[in-house]
Structures are given as structure tokens and as C-alpha cells.
């Protein structure tokens, strides 16, 4: 497993990051108001609403702007999909280029797909073929799909905690309460009962509670998915022993695995975990920081599954009139040009960016005694309000969820956006800079001693 090494600890400097709270955002409010006349609950997508600083103006670097003209040091980056900073202009003149060169056609093929598909064979160990979508969670869908169709199966194995998009028989056991954690617990309403129970539930580390389903379902799992590091859910760092396991019994029971690497692909290595770990899954789902904004995504994995799809004379179906459009394909190639140069260095700096603020943020919870776990994984961070071991979903039902809240809301209203909900991570981008993080540091500290101060952790 990959390990960050631990940075040298840090002395914020004196006066940096000290500023007034943010006052209200009344020129946000009203466009949040007017919003939710015409858009249900005001947004696109449900975890988008929470509350002040209601909307947005623009976006540049590390930074965002809100409708009243409040800038704010950005670690939300849109759930991860920021690997370069927002409005990186290398990526945004290579779609823009391609827009006016090939459009959309729609039929037969491009150079772009081609030598999209070829850079993803190149960078990830899985990739024998490859497919581009537009979103992870369509990605998993024909993954799925392809896994059942393969095997003639009609069960996959997903655990708990873990997140992969909105398609139906993933649609269950997120982020679920200690009396729903590994029962029945869709996310939803609308989804036909029979989709999710044909979904088993497993713990992450726990190579036992995989084998035990597979005792119980002999000759009818299809596939094992996961996300390498469940980030949906913070960031569960995986023991080697249990992804080995994984791809050892998958492998003895003839079942598809597949590695979810929507979050943990690209951003930690150029070929996503599995670079890391060295564990090669079957099939491999990718997307959201590919285009650094851009709708891009796509999956890969064995030729010989692949292969059957309808257009490679196989009997599994696959469809989307934008995928592999030319705009997302310039601003995927334009990104891994980014991230694959050595000269820029990608991801030496957002480790050890990473590795800064996981030790300062270990130092200032030492220092004012608070019951937390600081953890993350190169240029993510996440900070557990519990005590103890944290190796599976079991472990988080002990977190301080209200604390895990009002620590990312109290940062927002000091000028730094992170995502006021339990569990959520938070994401360093290539225009993030130490000063940032020593910055963020100092106003941690502050929320932090007046949240010890509120008695937020008072009953920890």
C-alpha cells in the first residue's frame, strides 16, 4: 500500500490566514431563491445545496468566487473533478481548439479517441481496451453490464461506504446510518427493490465477509466492485493483504473485478491506484478529474471482455451519442499531458502539499486535545472526529458527525471551502501552494479552539 511519508512539521506563518468571518450573502441568496422557482431545491444535483455561500460568479486557480464577491481558498474542487486548478487555460484551448476543428459527428471514429484510448492503455495496468463516456456513473453502468454479460451472472458485490454513481443496482448503502449499515438501504426512492437486492454488501478490509458471500451465492457473483480507497466516504485506506485477497478470489470463482478509480484514478498516480498497489482489477471505471472540468470519463479493461460489446460482435450493448466527443477528448489529453510531465511535476507537489496539511492538522488536534484521526492519501485530506482504528465503514459509525459538519461549515464562513457534511473529503489541486496550506493551518486552529471552546466535542 502506498504510504505518504510525513512532511516536516509546520509553523504556520504569523497573520496568515487571520481574516473576519464572512459576513451574508444576500446577492446569493436571492439567485438561490430565484433558482428554486425554475430548478427543484434550487440545484442540479442533490448534494450541491448547502446553504451559504448559496452561488457562484467565477473561478480561477485554487480559488473561488461567490455572487457577493467573496473569494474563497477551494479544497471542495467540484468533489475532486479539479486536478489542475479551475480554468486551467491548457486544457480550455485544447477543447476549445478541437470544438472548431471536429464538432460532434457522431459516426465512425477520431485521431482524438484514438490517442485518448492509446495514452489510457499506456497509463493504466488494467487497460487493454478502452472506452470513453461522459460520466463515472454511466461508466459503472456498462461496466456492470458487461460484467453480467460476460459471466451470465446476475450478482455483483459492492461494499459498504462505497459510492458509484446514481445507476440503480449500486444505488444503495452509502453513507448509511449504524441501524441500516449493511442491511437493506437504498438511496433512493423510484428504484425497483429486485436491482438492489440482486446487490450484496460486503466490509472494506474485510477479505472474510467476501468469501462468505461467495459461499453463500456459489457460481452466480458476476463482478467485485470497488473504489481502491472508498473516498465517498473520506478516505479508507486499504490493506494490500485485502486487495490481493480480492483478486485472488474473484479470480478462483470465475467473478469480474472491478476497481472504481473515478476519485483515486489519475489524481494519486497516472495509472490510478492500482499503479500503486500493483493489484490488477479485470475492469477499470475512470473519470471526473480526466478533463480538469471537462465531461469526460470512460472505462477499460481486458481485451476479451471488451470485446463483448454489439460493436465488436459480442452481445452486450453499449451507446452515447457524446461519448468520445472531441472536446472531452482535447481536455482528457490535454490534462494527462499535464500531469505526465516531469518537467511540472504533478504529483510530487500535491503529495507533498497533502502531506503538509495532514501533519499540521495532526498537530493542531494534539495540541488542543481533540478526539480525531487525520488520514488521506497523497493530495487528499480528511480529518475523522473519533479515537481509534479506522480500516472500515464499522469504524466510522463512531465519528462525530455534527463535529465533521460545523468543522467544514465554520471554514467556509473563514474563507475556505470544504464540503459542510460528514464523511465528505477534501482535495489539493496542482494551483494550491504552501503558503495555501499554511494559510488553511492557521485558520483550522482557530475553528478549531473555538469549536473545543462551543463544547462541540464535549461528549467525545
Known amino acids: 500500500m502506498y504510504c505518504p511519508g510525513m512532511a516536516t512539521p509546520i509553523v504556520a506563518p504569523t497573520g496568515i490566514g487571520d481574516q473576519t468571518p464572512l459576513p451574508n450573502r444576500p446577492a446569493g441568496e436571492a439567485l438561490a431563491a430565484r433558482a428554486a422557482q425554475l430548478i427543484p431545491g434550487g440545484v442540479n444535483s442533490a448534494t450541491r445545496r448547502i446553504g451559504p455561500p448559496w452561488a457562484f460568479s467565477s473561478a480561477h486557480g485554487a480559488r473561488v468566487t461567490d455572487r457577493d464577491g467573496h473569494s474563497y481558498l477551494d479544497y471542495h474542487a467540484a468533489f475532486g473533478a479539479m486536478?489542475?486548478?479551475?480554468?486551467?487555460?491548457?486544457?480550455?484551448?485544447?477543447?476549445?481548439?478541437?470544438?472548431?476543428?471536429?464538432?460532434?459527428?457522431?459516426?465512425?471514429?477520431?485521431?482524438?479517441?484514438?490517442?485518448?484510448?492509446?495514452?489510457?492503455?499506456?497509463?493504466?495496468?488494467?487497460?487493454?481496451?478502452?472506452v470513453a463516456t461522459m460520466s463515472g456513473s454511466e461508466s459503472v453502468l456498462n461496466a456492470i453490464r458487461l460484467a453480467r454479460g460476460a459471466t451470465g451472472r446476475p450478482l455483483i458485490v459492492k461494499f459498504q461506504g462505497c459510492f458509484h454513481g446514481s445507476y440503480d443496482p449500486v444505488a444503495r448503502n452509502v453513507i448509511s446510518t449504524a441501524d441500516k449499515a449493511y442491511g437493506y438501504d437504498p438511496n433512493s426512492s423510484g428504484v425497483i427493490t429486485e436491482a438492489l437486492t440482486h446487490t450484496l454488501i460486503a466490509e472494506f478490509n474485510d477479505l472474510a465477509s467476501v468469501q462468505t458471500l461467495f459461499d453463500e451465492h456459489p457460481d452466480r457473483i458476476a463482478a467485485v466492485i470497488l473504489e481502491p480507497v472508498p473516498h465517498n466516504v473520506g478516505a479508507?485506506?486499504?490493506?494490500?493483504?485485502?486487495?490481493?485477497?480480492?483478486?485472488?478470489?474473484?479470480?478462483?470463482?470465475?467473478?469480474?473485478?472491478?476497481?472504481?478509480?473515478?476519485?483515486?484514478?489519475?489524481?494519486?498516480?497516472?495509472?490510478?491506484?492500482?499503479?500503486?498497489?500493483?493489484?490488477?482489477?479485470?475492469?477499470?471505471?475512470?473519470?471526473?478529474?480526466?478533463?480538469?472540468?471537462?465531461?469526460?470519463?470512460?472505462?477499460?479493461?481486458?481485451?476479451?471482455?471488451?470485446?463483448?460489446?454489439?460493436?465488436?460482435?459480442?452481445?452486450?450493448?453499449?451507446?452515447?451519442?457524446?461519448?468520445?466527443?472531441?472536446?472531452?477528448?482535447?481536455?482528457?489529453?490535454?490534462?494527462?499531458?499535464?500531469?505526465?510531465?516531469?518537467?511540472?511535476?504533478?504529483?510530487a507537489h500535491v503529495n507533498a502539499l497533502g502531506d503538509r496539511m495532514r501533519t499540521g492538522l495532526t498537530q493542531i488536534v494534539e495540541r488542543l486535545g481533540i478526539p480525531?484521526?487525520?488520514?488521506?492519501?497523497?493530495?487528499?485530506?480528511?480529518?475523522?472526529?473519533?479515537?481509534?482504528?479506522?480500516?472500515?465503514?464499522?469504524?466510522?459509525?463512531?465519528?462525530?458527525?455534527?463535529?465533521?459538519?460545523?468543522?467544514?461549515?465554520?471554514?467556509?464562513?473563514?474563507?475556505?471551502?470544504?464540503?459542510?457534511?460528514?464523511?465528505?473529503?477534501?482535495?489539493?489541486?496542482?494551483?494550491?501552494?504552501?503558503?495555501?496550506?499554511?494559510?488553511?493551518?492557521v485558520a483550522a486552529e482557530r475553528v478549531l479552539a473555538t469549536m473545543v471552546r462551543d463544547g462541540e466535542f464535549a461528549d467525545a
Open 83 to 130: 486536478l489542475l486548478g479551475h480554468g486551467d487555460e491548457r486544457v480550455t484551448a485544447a477543447a476549445a481548439e478541437a470544438m472548431r476543428t471536429v464538432d460532434l459527428v457522431g459516426l465512425g471514429t477520431t485521431e482524438l479517441e484514438v490517442e485518448f484510448a492509446d495514452r489510457i492503455v499506456a497509463a493504466i495496468p488494467s487497460a487493454e481496451m478502452v
Open 236 to 347: 479508507l485506506l486499504p490493506d494490500h493483504e485485502f486487495l490481493a485477497g480480492l483478486r485472488e478470489l474473484t479470480t478462483q470463482h470465475g467473478a469480474v473485478l472491478i476497481f472504481d478509480e473515478v476519485i483515486t484514478g489519475f489524481r494519486h498516480a497516472l495509472g490510478g491506484y492500482q499503479e500503486l498497489c500493483g493489484i490488477t482489477p479485470d475492469l477499470t471505471t475512470f473519470g471526473k478529474s480526466l478533463g480538469n472540468g471537462h465531461a469526460v470519463a470512460g472505462f477499460a479493461g481486458r481485451a476479451d471482455l471488451m470485446s463483448q460489446f454489439t460493436q465488436a460482435g459480442g452481445t452486450v450493448m453499449l451507446a452515447g451519442t457524446f461519448n468520445g466527443n472531441a472536446s472531452s477528448m482535447a481536455a482528457a489529453l490535454a490534462t494527462l499531458d499535464v500531469i505526465s510531465d516531469p518537467a511540472i511535476g504533478f504529483h
Open 372 to 441: 480525531a484521526v487525520v488520514t488521506g492519501i497523497g493530495s487528499v485530506f480528511v480529518t475523522y472526529f473519533l479515537t481509534g482504528e479506522v480500516r472500515g465503514y464499522r469504524d466510522l459509525l463512531r465519528n462525530n458527525d455534527h463535529a465533521y459538519a460545523e468543522f467544514h461549515r465554520r471554514m467556509i464562513d473563514e474563507g475556505f471551502l470544504m464540503y459542510p457534511m460528514s464523511l465528505k473529503r477534501n482535495h489539493i489541486s496542482l494551483a494550491h501552494t504552501a503558503d495555501d496550506i499554511d494559510a488553511t493551518l
